[in-house]
């Protein structure tokens, strides 16, 4: 003969059954529709230029952030946010600092520091869709809107003759693309005889 299970016992495995239907049925119905839209639509999905806020000058103090910068790019049509970073002495180069996939320039402040710190004007941009930036391509045209952001910031006297690009994961696909399309990005490397 077999010893009841006490009732807090059987309660405990009903809610673990229960459960573990819930996670089937999420993972059969809920996810085969979420992967790809996340995939899809960007985090700023429908937003329209300009219809963002950005950072207020207190804050932007307090990260270290000396100008933000909008950046109008295309086509198709897109606002680029831009944060720049400067360092305590004049700076060495300029690297421009992106993202990831479904992230923001927000995530890369400490990388930017960093860059800051060891003698490099840091620009932390929001790429297409993302963070505070409008538009829609994933990566069809991140190369060449970065191409019109570095445009822009030499307009503004902020590139050196020295740049650079830091990007992690979708950030670093799109540095990868604006190396290869940008020929300021080869003016630093050495000749060979």
Known sequence: ???KK???QRW???LLLLSGLLV???CTFFFPYWIPTAIVYAPNFGRQAGSFEEANPEQ???WGIKQQIPISVGPPPAQISAWVME???PARGTVLVLHGIRDSKTSM???GQLLANGGYRSVLIDLRGHGLSSGLTYGVVDSQDLVQ???AIDRQNLLTPSIGVFGCSYGAAAAIQLAARDPRFGRWLPSHP
Do not use: E, F
């Open 87 to 89: 360092p305590p002495q």
């Open 1 to 3: 003969m077999t010893a």
């Open 24 to 26: 089937i049925t999420g």
């Open 12 to 14: 405990t495995m009903a």
């Open 60 to 62: 932007l103090k307090a």
């Open 109 to 111: 402040r400490g990388m």
């Open 149 to 151: 952001v570095l445009d």
């Open 6 to 8: 006490p009732k807090g």
